[in-house]
């Protein structure tokens, strides 16, 4: 019994994982099996502080470069917006994105709202 109280005190003691570090430029390509987007590239510009995600977003020239909003660190998923800078004939669009990190190795679902999903994945560029 004294072990079991002990594993749950240790358990639960167990600081939580630090959020992994996206820092730095990452070029992706689309992968998705769908009609392609317009643009087949992104390239993402993070700043981390924590579990915080900036920057910026540059998707292709439309919606060209977006700064990055909301963004979350969970572990290996990362959440973030990012808000186009060139309006369409349906406004200025807002692109939501879902990513999953493994190592120096990225995949993306990228959400225009309203709008399709695409996916893309990549690598942490050389520095």
């Not at 392609?36 to 470069?65: C, M, Y």
């Not at 939501?96 to 990549?122: C, I, K």
């Amino acid at each position: 019994m004294k072990f079991a109280w002990l594993f749950v005190l240790l358990a639960t003691a167990a600081p939580a994982a630090p959020p992994t570090d996206i820092s730095g430029t990452w070029n992706l390509v689309y992968t998705g099996r769908s009609v392609p987007p317009r643009e087949k590239s992104i390239t993402l510009n993070f700043k981390v502080n924590g579990n915080q995600v900036t920057g910026t977003a540059h998707v292709g020239s439309w919606p060209g470069d977006a700064p990055i909003s909301d963004g979350k660190i969970e572990g290996d998923r990362i959440t973030f917006t990012a808000n186009g800078s060139r309006p369409s004939s349906t406004g200025i669009p807002t692109c939501h994105f879902e990513a999953t990190v493994h190592g120096d190795e990225m995949v993306v679902t990228l959400t225009y709202v309203p709008g399709a999903s695409f996916e893309y994945a990549g690598k942490r560029a050389s520095e």
